[in-house]
Protein backbone atom coordinates (compact mmCIF):
# COMPACT_ATOMS: atom_id res chain seq x y z
CA UNK A 1 0.00 0.00 0.00
CA UNK A 2 2.91 2.55 -0.79
CA UNK A 3 1.45 5.88 -1.04
CA UNK A 4 4.01 7.40 -3.00
CA UNK A 5 6.67 4.93 -5.03
CA UNK A 6 9.90 5.97 -7.00
CA UNK A 7 11.52 3.68 -9.68
CA UNK A 8 14.57 2.84 -9.36
CA UNK A 9 15.76 2.68 -5.98
CA UNK A 10 19.50 3.07 -7.24
CA UNK A 11 20.36 4.11 -10.83
CA UNK A 12 23.80 4.34 -11.72
CA UNK A 13 25.07 5.58 -15.08
CA UNK A 14 28.19 7.31 -17.23
CA UNK A 15 28.08 10.92 -17.83
CA UNK A 16 26.30 12.37 -20.49
CA UNK A 17 23.43 9.40 -20.86
CA UNK A 18 19.70 10.47 -20.64
CA UNK A 19 17.51 8.82 -17.87
CA UNK A 20 14.29 8.67 -16.08
CA UNK A 21 12.82 8.28 -12.55
CA UNK A 22 9.33 7.17 -12.38
CA UNK A 23 7.36 8.85 -9.42
CA UNK A 24 3.57 7.39 -8.70
CA UNK A 25 0.66 8.73 -5.93
CA UNK A 26 -1.94 6.49 -5.02
CA UNK A 27 -3.32 8.89 -2.80
CA UNK A 28 -5.64 10.65 -5.22
CA UNK A 29 -3.64 14.10 -4.52
CA UNK A 30 -3.48 16.90 -7.37
CA UNK A 31 0.15 18.00 -6.60
CA UNK A 32 3.28 16.71 -6.58
CA UNK A 33 7.03 17.43 -6.67
CA UNK A 34 10.55 16.50 -7.25
CA UNK A 35 13.53 17.65 -4.56
CA UNK A 36 16.80 17.15 -4.87
CA UNK A 37 19.29 15.82 -2.07
CA UNK A 38 23.11 16.73 -2.63
CA UNK A 39 25.82 15.04 -0.67
CA UNK A 40 25.68 18.12 1.65
CA UNK A 41 22.02 17.09 2.43
CA UNK A 42 20.46 19.98 1.62
CA UNK A 43 17.24 19.19 0.83
CA UNK A 44 15.92 21.84 -2.05
CA UNK A 45 12.83 21.52 -4.40
CA UNK A 46 13.38 21.37 -8.25
CA UNK A 47 9.36 21.02 -9.50
CA UNK A 48 5.76 20.74 -8.84
CA UNK A 49 3.06 19.78 -11.04
CA UNK A 50 -0.71 20.93 -10.39
CA UNK A 51 -3.31 18.65 -11.88
CA UNK A 52 -0.55 17.86 -14.85
CA UNK A 53 0.54 21.45 -14.85
CA UNK A 54 3.57 23.33 -13.69
CA UNK A 55 3.35 25.90 -10.93
CA UNK A 56 6.61 25.50 -9.78
CA UNK A 57 9.76 25.69 -11.66
CA UNK A 58 13.07 26.51 -9.50
CA UNK A 59 16.17 27.40 -10.72
CA UNK A 60 17.18 24.02 -12.64
CA UNK A 61 19.26 23.32 -16.02
CA UNK A 62 16.60 22.65 -18.82
CA UNK A 63 18.23 19.18 -18.86
CA UNK A 64 15.87 18.33 -16.11
CA UNK A 65 12.37 17.86 -17.95
CA UNK A 66 10.00 17.13 -15.51
CA UNK A 67 6.61 14.83 -17.12
CA UNK A 68 3.18 14.58 -15.66
CA UNK A 69 0.87 11.87 -18.12
CA UNK A 70 -1.27 12.27 -15.91
CA UNK A 71 -1.90 13.41 -11.85
CA UNK A 72 -0.91 9.80 -10.34
CA UNK A 73 2.56 10.71 -11.70
CA UNK A 74 5.13 12.43 -12.06
CA UNK A 75 8.27 11.78 -14.33
CA UNK A 76 11.65 12.98 -14.14
CA UNK A 77 13.83 12.80 -17.52
CA UNK A 78 17.74 14.26 -17.17
CA UNK A 79 19.53 14.53 -20.41
CA UNK A 80 23.29 14.03 -20.72
CA UNK A 81 23.94 13.94 -17.23
CA UNK A 82 26.88 15.28 -15.50
CA UNK A 83 29.00 14.46 -12.26
CA UNK A 84 27.09 17.19 -10.13
CA UNK A 85 23.45 15.80 -10.85
CA UNK A 86 25.03 12.52 -8.81
CA UNK A 87 22.22 12.97 -5.70
CA UNK A 88 19.19 11.40 -3.80
CA UNK A 89 16.07 12.36 -5.86
CA UNK A 90 12.71 12.43 -3.60
CA UNK A 91 9.17 12.63 -5.13
CA UNK A 92 6.27 14.31 -3.41
CA UNK A 93 2.83 14.50 -3.12
CA UNK A 94 0.31 17.09 -1.66
CA UNK A 95 -3.07 16.89 -0.01
CA UNK A 96 -3.80 20.52 1.67
CA UNK A 97 -1.04 21.51 4.49
CA UNK A 98 0.93 18.28 4.00
CA UNK A 99 3.33 16.62 1.67
CA UNK A 100 4.42 13.16 1.44
CA UNK A 101 7.44 11.91 0.05
CA UNK A 102 9.03 8.98 -1.50
CA UNK A 103 11.30 6.68 -0.82
CA UNK A 104 13.96 8.47 -2.72
CA UNK A 105 16.56 7.56 -5.95
CA UNK A 106 19.83 7.66 -5.79
CA UNK A 107 21.37 8.95 -8.87
CA UNK A 108 25.07 8.09 -9.36
CA UNK A 109 26.75 9.43 -12.36
CA UNK A 110 29.78 7.92 -13.30
CA UNK B 1 9.65 32.34 3.60
CA UNK B 2 10.96 33.44 7.04
CA UNK B 3 14.63 31.82 8.01
CA UNK B 4 14.84 29.20 10.97
CA UNK B 5 17.46 28.66 13.01
CA UNK B 6 18.02 25.66 14.79
CA UNK B 7 20.78 23.46 16.65
CA UNK B 8 23.01 21.36 14.58
CA UNK B 9 22.50 18.47 17.02
CA UNK B 10 20.88 17.26 20.20
CA UNK B 11 21.25 14.35 22.39
CA UNK B 12 18.11 12.59 24.02
CA UNK B 13 17.76 9.55 26.73
CA UNK B 14 15.12 6.90 25.20
CA UNK B 15 12.20 7.26 26.94
CA UNK B 16 12.74 11.15 28.18
CA UNK B 17 10.74 14.29 26.16
CA UNK B 18 12.90 15.53 22.87
CA UNK B 19 12.59 19.38 22.98
CA UNK B 20 13.75 21.09 19.48
CA UNK B 21 13.98 24.34 19.23
CA UNK B 22 13.68 27.04 16.81
CA UNK B 23 14.12 30.06 16.12
CA UNK B 24 12.17 32.23 13.28
CA UNK B 25 11.98 35.84 14.78
CA UNK B 26 10.84 37.22 11.38
CA UNK B 27 8.10 35.36 10.34
CA UNK B 28 4.87 37.21 9.46
CA UNK B 29 1.75 37.04 10.74
CA UNK B 30 0.46 34.64 7.70
CA UNK B 31 3.15 32.39 7.75
CA UNK B 32 3.28 28.98 9.20
CA UNK B 33 5.62 26.47 11.34
CA UNK B 34 5.96 23.44 9.67
CA UNK B 35 8.17 20.24 11.35
CA UNK B 36 9.26 17.47 9.27
CA UNK B 37 12.14 15.04 9.68
CA UNK B 38 14.19 12.68 7.71
CA UNK B 39 15.22 8.82 9.36
CA UNK B 40 18.61 8.18 7.64
CA UNK B 41 17.98 7.06 3.79
CA UNK B 42 14.30 7.90 3.79
CA UNK B 43 12.09 10.03 2.46
CA UNK B 44 11.30 13.48 4.75
CA UNK B 45 8.15 12.68 6.93
CA UNK B 46 5.69 15.15 8.15
CA UNK B 47 5.24 15.86 11.93
CA UNK B 48 3.33 19.05 12.57
CA UNK B 49 2.23 22.14 11.54
CA UNK B 50 0.78 25.32 13.70
CA UNK B 51 0.41 29.09 13.01
CA UNK B 52 -0.33 30.50 16.25
CA UNK B 53 -1.70 28.36 18.72
CA UNK B 54 -0.33 25.31 20.04
CA UNK B 55 -0.94 22.23 18.54
CA UNK B 56 -0.69 18.42 19.60
CA UNK B 57 -0.95 15.15 17.10
CA UNK B 58 -0.41 11.58 17.83
CA UNK B 59 3.47 12.40 16.64
CA UNK B 60 4.38 15.63 18.98
CA UNK B 61 3.35 18.49 20.32
CA UNK B 62 4.38 22.30 18.62
CA UNK B 63 4.44 24.87 21.13
CA UNK B 64 4.29 28.50 19.21
CA UNK B 65 5.69 31.38 21.30
CA UNK B 66 2.91 34.35 22.00
CA UNK B 67 5.07 36.48 19.48
CA UNK B 68 5.81 33.70 17.15
CA UNK B 69 9.24 34.35 17.13
CA UNK B 70 10.14 30.58 18.44
CA UNK B 71 8.58 27.29 18.29
CA UNK B 72 9.42 24.05 20.43
CA UNK B 73 8.64 20.33 19.12
CA UNK B 74 8.19 18.10 21.65
CA UNK B 75 8.42 14.55 21.52
CA UNK B 76 6.85 13.14 24.77
CA UNK B 77 8.84 9.75 24.79
CA UNK B 78 11.35 9.43 22.44
CA UNK B 79 12.39 6.24 21.35
CA UNK B 80 15.46 5.10 19.19
CA UNK B 81 13.41 4.99 15.91
CA UNK B 82 12.72 8.87 16.61
CA UNK B 83 16.64 8.91 15.70
CA UNK B 84 16.83 12.05 12.33
CA UNK B 85 16.96 15.08 11.30
CA UNK B 86 14.30 17.33 12.36
CA UNK B 87 13.88 20.52 10.43
CA UNK B 88 11.63 23.42 10.91
CA UNK B 89 10.35 25.40 8.14
CA UNK B 90 8.48 28.51 7.59
CA UNK B 91 6.10 29.60 4.57
CA UNK B 92 3.47 31.17 3.75
CA UNK B 93 0.00 29.04 2.76
CA UNK B 94 -1.33 29.30 -0.73
CA UNK B 95 -1.80 27.73 -3.98
CA UNK B 96 2.04 28.29 -4.76
CA UNK B 97 2.97 25.69 -1.94
CA UNK B 98 6.55 25.05 -1.50
CA UNK B 99 8.83 23.41 1.26
CA UNK B 100 12.12 25.61 1.82
CA UNK B 101 14.31 22.81 3.61
CA UNK B 102 17.44 24.36 6.04
CA UNK B 103 20.13 22.41 7.78
CA UNK B 104 17.56 20.90 10.31
CA UNK B 105 19.00 19.29 14.08
CA UNK B 106 20.19 15.78 13.92
CA UNK B 107 18.21 14.36 17.15
CA UNK B 108 19.93 11.06 18.44
CA UNK B 109 17.87 9.25 20.69
CA UNK B 110 20.43 7.10 22.87
CA UNK B 111 19.56 3.76 24.92
Known amino acids: DTAVSQTPKYLVTQMGNDKSIKCEQN?????MYWYKQDSKKFLKIMFS???????INETVPNRFSPKSPDKAHLNLHINSLELGDSAVYFC?????????FGPGTRLTVL | DAKTTQPTSMDCAEGRAANLPCNHS???????VYWYRQIHSQGPQYIIH???NNETNEMASLIITEDRKSSTLILPHATLRDTAVYYC????????????FGKGTLLTVNP
Open chain 2, 26 to 32: TISGNEY
Open chain 1, 49 to 55: YNNKELI
Open chain 2, 50 to 52: GLK
Open chain 1, 27 to 31: LGHDT
Open chain 1, 92 to 100: ASRHTDTQY
Open chain 2, 89 to 100: IVRVGGSNYKLT
